[in-house]
């Protein structure tokens, strides 16, 4: 009784294993200013499953609306002072010297695993204060020019340091093995590197 029960866990994981050793392809085209359009075509399965899907999300409203009573701008001034303080914490973890080459691993790593076809994509990152958006790009710095030199995509990181703000625009086609994907994940959510500065970025 108890072998047939592991037998079939055994093989109830097999056939989960392989599923995600199956390649899957997505093709995108979404862009992100204040709200959310995109499309998604997916592959899977060598072309048995294929599901196009359109999430969006709609255009925040103005924040001047939503102040209209002093304890509740007092609240939001305090939030704000939180987010601050959150923000320079998540920077200063950044600057680790050990933390950035675990980031850059990962990055480079899921790079590799990671099959490209037409991608375009464009970024602008601003954080509203233009000496922690200096700080900030001094590290996305190097990893704009790392992806902006690969051939097969077209890739284009930029700050703003005159307002808060993230606009991406992109398009294109990946293929990836789920499978890779989650290890190269597991790895790094469960180094003690990331652990420790995941902590450290929570501190108020």
């Given at each position: 009784m108890v072998s047939s029960i592991l037998t079939t866990v055994l093989v109830i994981l097999l056939v989960f294993i392989v599923l995600?050793?199956?390649?899957?392809?997505?093709?995108?085209?979404?862009?992100?200013?204040q709200g959310f359009?995109?499309?998604?075509?997916?592959r899977w399965l060598f072309g048995l499953v294929h599901i196009h899907f359109s999430p969006s999300k709609a255009t925040p409203e103005e924040s001047g609306k939503a102040k209209r009573v002093d304890s509740?701008?007092?609240?939001v001034s305090s939030k704000k002072k939180s987010s601050t303080g959150k923000r320079r914490n998540i920077i200063a973890t950044l600057r680790q010297k050990v933390f950035r080459q675990r980031i850059y691993r990962f990055i480079t790593d899921l790079w590799r695993a990671v099959h490209k076809e037409n991608i375009r994509l464009?970024?602008?990152?601003?954080?509203?204060?233009?000496a922690d958006t200096g700080r900030l790009w001094?590290?996305?710095g190097p990893i704009?020019?790392?992806?902006s030199s690969v051939k097969e995509v077209k890739i284009e990181i930029m700050p703003d340091f005159l307002e808060s703000n993230i606009e991406v625009d992109s398009s294109g086609t990946v293929q990836l093995i789920p499978l890779h994907i989650i290890m190269l994940i597991l790895g790094l959510l469960l180094s003690p590197t990331i652990?420790?500065?995941i902590k450290q970025m929570r501190t108020t």
């Open positions: 995600l050793a199956i390649p899957i392809s997505l093709t995108h085209q979404l862009t992100w200013n359009q995109g499309e998604f075509t997916l509740k701008a007092k609240k464009r970024v602008c990152l601003g954080l509203g204060d233009p001094a590290i996305m704009a020019g790392m992806l652990l420790k500065g």
